[in-house]
C-alpha cells in the first residue's frame, strides 16, 4: 500500500516483527519449493460495511468517528455506499433520520437531517485500495503469498475489516524516486480489471494469502527450494522485482546482517539505484535469493539511507497463511 507514517531513522511497511523463536524444521524447509514471483500487484478490498474516514460533526453536539461502521439508516440496514446513498434518497426530505453506528463495538445512535447526510459521503468508504509485490505461488497448495506485511488502511489507520478480496496484475508506468528523508514510491495501473490473479483470504502481520487463479501459469516461473534461515549468510544475493511495465528484473543487493527474524540488505545494482534511487514503496514483498534458493521477502527501507533495508525469512513469512 502507500503508506503516510513515517519513522525518523526508517520506515516500515509492515507491523513491527514480534519476537517469536523459530520451531520449524530445516528439512522440511529444504524440501519444499516455491515459485518466486515479484510482479507488481493491484490490491482490492471490500470491506465489512461503510466506514467514516475522518472525524465529521453532522449535528449540533453530535459527531461521527474516523472507525465507525454505519450499520443503518433509520430502520434500512447498510452494508455497502451504494445502499447508504439508496437509502438517503429516499428519505432526503426527513427532517430528523436515525443513524446506527458501530464505534468500537458498542452502538451508537445519532439523530440527524438527510442534506447533512448527504455530506457525509466525501467521508464514508467500503473499499480499500493499494499496491505491492507478489512475493510467491505455492504451485502444490494452489495459494500465494505477497507483501510480507499486514496491509493497514491509509485513512483507516487499521487493519481493515473485509468481506472479500483480490489481487490484480499492474503495470509500473512511473517512478518517483526515493531520496535520503523522501521514501519514493510506484506508480502503476491494473492491467485487467476483470481478471485477478488470486483472492485474499487472509491480512496477516506476515502479509496477504489467498488462492490463486490457475489462469494465470503466463506470470509463473520455475519454483525454488526454500533456504532455511540459519543457512541465509552474509553476502552476494538477488531480488526479483518490477520497475517498468510489468516485466520482473533480477537486480544484486548485499545481505549485511542476519538476524533471527530478519536480515538486513544494501542494494548494490547500477541499473536499480538509477531507477529508483533506493527501495521504494509499493516494493514490499519482492523475493530475495540467494545461492539459487529462495530466502525472504523485502519488508522494510530506511528512509535515511533508501539503498537500504530489511527483509522477512520467506519460512516465516509461510506461518501467516496458516
Known amino acids: 500500500m ?16 514480534l519476537v517469536m523463536p523459530f520451531t520449524s524444521n530445516a528439512a522440511s524447509a529444504q524440501d519444499d519449493m516455491l515459485i518466486p514471483m515479484g510482479h507488481s500487484i493491484g490490491i482490492k478490498m471490500d470491506l465489512s460495511g461503510v466506514f467514516i474516514t475522518s472525524d465529521v460533526m453532522i449535528g449540533k453536539d453530535d459527531w461521527l468517528k474516523a472507525g465507525d461502521l454505519i450499520e443503518q439508516v433509520d430502520d434500512v440496514a447498510i452494508g455497502t455506499l451504494k445502499e447508504f446513498e439508496a437509502a438517503l434518497s429516499k428519505k432526503h426530505d426527513q427532517k430528523e433520520i436515525a443513524l446506527t453506528v458501530d464505534r468500537d ?30 512475493t510467491y505461488v505455492d504451485p502444490d497448495k494452489g495459494t500465494y503469498g505477497a507483501l510480507g506485511h499486514q496491509i493497514i488502511d491509509s485513512t483507516l489507520k487499521t487493519p481493515p475489516s473485509f468481506k472479500t478480496g483480490a489481487i490484480y496484475l499492474s503495470e509500473i508506468g512511473q517512478i518517483k524516486k526515493s531520496a535520503p528523508g523522501n521514501p519514493g514510491y510506484k506508480i502503476s495501473t491494473i492491467v485487467e480489471d476483470e481478471d485477478f490473479l488470486g ?71 547500477p541499473k536499480l539505484l538509477a531507477a529508483t534511487g533506493g527501495i521504494l514503496q509499493g516494493m514490499s514483498g519482492s523475493p530475495v535469493i540467494q545461492d539459487g534458493k529462495f530466502v525472504g521477502a523485502v519488508t522494510h527501507m530506511y528512509v535515511d539511507d533508501p539503498k537500504k533495508g530489511a527483509a522477512l525469512f520467506l519460512e516465516k513469512m509461510r506461518k501467516g497463511e496458516k
Open 2 to 17: 502507500e503508506w503516510s507514517r513515517q519513522f525518523k531513522l526508517a520506515v516500515s511497511f509492515s507491523v513491527l516483527l
Open 105 to 134: 463495538g458498542d452502538t451508537n445512535q445519532i439523530k440527524s437531517d438527510g442534506e447533512a447526510l448527504k455530506r457525509l459521503l466525501p467521508f464514508l468508504k467500503d473499499r480499500t485500495e493499494g499496491t505491492g509485490t507478489l
Open 199 to 269: 483472492t485474499i483470504q487472509i491480512n496477516g502481520i506476515y502479509g496477504i494469502f489467498g488462492s490463486w487463479n490457475h489462469s494465470y501459469k503466463k506470470v509463473l516461473a520455475e519454483p525454488l527450494q526454500i533456504m532455511h534461515p540459519a543457512d541465509v549468510k552474509e553476502g552476494a544475493a538477488e531480488i526479483f522485482t518490477t520497475i517498468k511495465g510489468t516485466e520482473v528484473e533480477s537486480f544484486t543487493i548485499e545481505i549485511t546482517k542476519v538476524e533471527s527474524e530478519q536480515f538486513q540488505f544494501n542494494l548494490t545494482d
